[in-house]
């Protein structure tokens, strides 16, 4: 996040200056606890029926 004028279209441009605000207003680790939360949800949680995940054997 510290190398200005990287070549980055308008959506990873985007990405990076959303990353460099919730870093400098502190709430970085806030927000990747909820991305880390919404991530297992979307990819484990919602394979499940119930949204409930078998416990390993």
């Known amino acids: 996040m510290d190398i200005t ?3 980055l279209g308008l959506p990873g441009a985007e990405a990076v200056l959303k990353l460099r605000a919730l870093t400098s207003n502190g ?3 806030a927000y990747w606890a909820y ?4 991530e297992y949800h979307r ?3 919602s394979s499940y029926r119930d949204g409930i995940i078998p416990a390993p054997a």
Do not use: K, R
């Open 5 to 7: 004028g990287a070549p």
């Open 27 to 29: 709430h970085f680790n």
């Open 35 to 38: 991305h880390l939360q919404q």
């Open 43 to 45: 990819i484990h949680t």
